[in-house]
């Protein structure tokens, strides 16, 4: 595993148990944590919290990851967030939703949380 | 006028008699004119003669006056008295005492003496009397009036001189007029001859058109009529000929129009008294029917008598009328005439009859009344068609939007699936790595808590499994249903206890009221379960607070049990509440939705009571929240 600093990591699933599992292999790979329950819970704590990397699944309550992440990049200087999107719809689209909402990169569900350290660890080392 | 009647018929013979009565009414009125002319000139030549005696008598007698000489007196009217003509001669003296009186009787004169007293005039007079007799009284003066001379006269010899120049008079003038009359006769022979002549000429003319005859030069007015005669014969040959050319051509044209046309005329009282042959054709009549006839005879009665009068209103004002008329046949069969009425004028301006002539269009008509009604048809059947294809669009369309809608939940089916299926692997596989890679680190409670974590997960990927293969067993007819009599109230009762706990547990208050009547029902107990299972599970998902509450009750006709679950939710919006049991539907179905589910439950629920011949759906919570109802036909017995 790559030694790239620790940083922040906000995570935001209405699912407790995906983010139970996340939070436990990002403080196991050595990062900070902060979660949100929804999309709006999350834009908020971009504000306040200002993570490293905003981990958004996409089928949540109130706001949409897409949308989360599109409000993210619009908010003056939205555009330094590192933003991964994470989807369980399984559909070809949502890659390209994720591109177009600005999303830095995109994870498919199911996922292992071995599977997602890596992504994030390619993400900071950018 | 009256007087041709008298006359002779001969023109000639007629001048002259008229010629001989004018004779012999002017020549007496001449006549006598003459002779008074001739009496009064004798007369006045008389009367100068006698004056002149009685002057020479007067002057001759002055000095016998005066002397009173009256034997010389006597003696001179004795010789005066021989003048012939004198009947008597007296000398007054000037108060009219007869001095001399002298009378001649037949010839003898004689001195009269019984001497009479007469009446002197003033002055000189000369008097006719009745008896044809003048008397004329001469003064005799010498200086002074000393006595007059009458002279009596006899003009009975003028008047029979006067008289017998009359008779000789009229005797030449009666000869005279005889030979006028002979040399009339003898003058007018020739032109009363060609007169006579150009009488048969112009009598034959008109049988012998365009025939001369010779111009007669006798006279100017001869010369005129038979050269007029002669011109009118010309003139009424090139009449003829061309009034026969005409007659030709209408004949032909008669023929043209008899061989095209029906035709007939009627009088001005609309009585016919012409009709062509192809008329008694075509209305199958004969002439003897027609004859004297009016139209009344053809009427069809598809006119009203408003159409007719019009006809007549046009016609009598010497308008043509033209249109299309039905008539009847001998045969009772309708005949279409296009028809034009010519009315023929007088020269008052009143039609005096009416040529009909009309083109049989029957053929035309029927082909007409067939092709409107075929056209009514076509039209019936293109409304018709229309209305098929528009129905047709429409169901097109309602399928077509059916299909995307379906195209839509199926593709959105693939996005919840996925999601369901996906989250709780994505949980199941974190825990297990979890567990695998730090198990040896971790206590044994988190053991514990992650595998339970794993088991719950995988259940919940099989109860969307199950929904699923549910589905695709009701959809191909695979489902097995277990029925057996059973007792509504024991199913409801069972479900409630299965979820009394968990609601305790949120602290919702779940409430189960029943009416006390025997629930007998006929049913796979599992299935209606399983509807009591997915309502309450919702209700457990969106009730936070209150109660939710189950009413169990027999509907008011009897004929079924109603199950009424009614929860204290976010309820479902008016416009939702048909389609939240559409397969694959959620009410939230986007990205954001709260609540997890695969949108299959109520659609199962549905196919499980309609299979039952029952009925589900929902309605508004009181105070809020959603009220979920389903019948169940009462059937007591697994035959029934």
Redesign the interface.
């Known amino acids: 595993m790559m030694d790239a600093g620790k940083k922040k990591i906000l995570i935001c699933d209405?699912?407790p148990?995906?983010r139970e599992?996340?939070s436990?292999?990002v403080k196991?790979a050595g990062h900070e944590f902060v979660m949100a329950e929804d999309?709006l819970q999350a834009y908020d704590m971009v504000k306040a919290e200002a993570p490293d990397l905003v981990l958004l699944d996409?089928?949540?309550?109130?706001?949409?990851?897409?949308?989360v992440c599109k409000k993210i990049r619009e908010m003056p200087g939205g555009e330094k967030y590192q933003i991964m999107i994470i989807t369980?719809?399984?559909?070809a689209s949502d890659q390209d939703k994720a591109i177009s909402a600005g999303a830095n990169d995109y994870l498919?569900?199911?996922?292992?949380?071995?599977d997602l350290i890596v992504k994030l660890e390619t993400i900071f080392s950018r | 006028m009256m007087l041709y009647k008298f006359l002779p018929r001969k023109l000639d013979l007629q001048i002259v008699v008229i010629c001989s009565i004018l004779m012999a009414v002017m020549l007496p009125v001449y006549v006598i004119n003459e002779v008074n002319h001739e009496i009064s000139y004798v007369i006045e030549t008389k009367q100068q003669e006698t004056r002149v005696v009685a002057k020479n008598i007067a002057q001759t007698s002055v000095k016998y006056l005066l002397t009173r000489d009256y034997t010389s007196l006597e003696s001179l009217l004795q010789r005066a008295a021989s003048y012939p003509g004198i009947l008597d001669l007296q000398i007054t003296d000037p108060k009219g005492s007869v001095v001399s009186d002298v009378i001649v009787e037949n010839g003898v004169i004689s001195s009269r003496f019984d001497l009479q007293n007469l009446m002197p005039p003033k002055n000189v007079s000369v008097d006719v009397n009745q008896n044809k007799e003048m008397v004329v009284w001469e003064p005799v003066s010498s200086g002074s009036l000393i006595g007059w001379v009458r002279l009596n006269y006899s003009l009975e010899s003028a008047y029979q001189h006067a008289y017998q120049r009359m008779f000789e008079f009229l005797i030449n003038s009666g000869l005279l007029v005889l030979m006028m009359i002979i040399l009339l006769l003898l003058f007018l022979r020739k032109p009363m001859q060609l007169l006579g002549e150009a009488a048969d000429f112009a009598g034959n003319v008109s049988e012998k058109t365009g025939s001369t005859m010779p111009v007669a030069h006798q006279s100017i007015e001869l010369e005129k009529i038979t050269s007029a005669l002669n011109t009118a014969s010309s003139d009424l040959h090139e009449q003829e000929l061309t009034i026969n050319k005409v007659l030709k051509d209408l004949e032909t044209q008669k023929h043209a129009l008899d061989e095209h046309s029906i035709v007939s005329i009627t009088d001005e009282n609309g009585y016919i008294f012409y009709a062509n042959d192809k008329f008694l054709n075509v209305t199958g009549y004969d002439c003897d029917d027609v004859l004297g006839k009016s139209y009344e005879m053809i009427k069809s009665g598809m006119h009203t008598d408003g159409f007719f009068k019009n006809i007549w209103d046009a016609v009598r004002q010497g308008k043509i009328w033209k249109g299309e008329i039905c008539n009847l046949n001998k045969a009772g069969q309708m005949i279409w005439l296009n028809t034009s009425i010519i009315p023929f004028m007088n020269e008052a301006g009143t039609p005096y009859q009416f040529v009909e002539i009309s083109t049989d269009i029957t053929e035309k008509k029927q082909a007409e009344t067939e092709l409107e009604q075929k056209n009514k048809i076509l039209k019936e059947l293109t409304e018709h068609l229309e209305d098929i294809v528009q129905q047709r669009t429409a169901e097109l369309e309602k399928v077509n939007e059916e299909l995307v809608y379906l195209n839509n939940v199926k593709s959105e089916f693939?996005?919840v699936v996925?999601?369901e299926?996906?989250?709780p692997?994505?949980?199941?596989?974190?825990?297990a790595?979890?567990l695998h890679?730090?198990i040896d680190e971790m206590d044994t409670e988190s053991r514990k808590r992650y595998l339970s974590?794993i088991n719950d997960?995988a259940d919940r990927l099989g109860r969307l499994i199950n929904d699923v293969l549910d589905l695709q067993k009701i959809d191909s007819g695979m489902m097995s249903w277990n029925n057996e009599e059973s007792n509504l109230k024991d199913v409801v009762g069972n479900s409630f206890n299965l979820f009394k706990p968990a609601f305790d547990n949120k602290g919702v208050e779940l409430i189960l009221n029943s009416e006390d009547v025997q629930y007998d029902v006929v049913i796979d107990t599992d299935r209606i379960k399983q509807v009591l299972s997915n309502i309450l599970s919702n209700a457990l998902k969106f009730t936070h607070e209150g109660q939710v509450v189950i009413d169990l009750s027999k509907t008011e006709d009897e004929k079924y049990f109603q199950v009424a679950i009614t929860d204290n939710g976010i309820g479902i919006p008016e416009n939702e509440m048909e389609r939240v049991f559409k397969r694959f539907h959620q009410v939230d179905s986007?990205?954001?939705?709260?609540h997890g589910g695969s949108g299959l439950g109520l659609n199962i629920c549905k196919e499980i009571i309609e299979h039952y011949n029952g009925k589900i759906w929902v309605e508004q919570g009181l105070p809020k929240g959603s009220c979920f109802k389903f019948n169940i036909p009462v059937v007591s017995t697994l035959g029934a």
């Open positions: 209405d699912e148990l995906i599992a996340i436990y292999a196991k999309g996409v089928g949540m309550p109130g706001m949409s990851g897409f949308d369980a719809f399984g559909q498919s569900k199911p996922f292992s949380p071995r | 693939v996005s996925s999601h299926l996906r989250t692997l994505t949980s199941i596989k974190s825990f790595e979890i890679d730090d974590i997960e986007s990205e954001t939705r709260k």
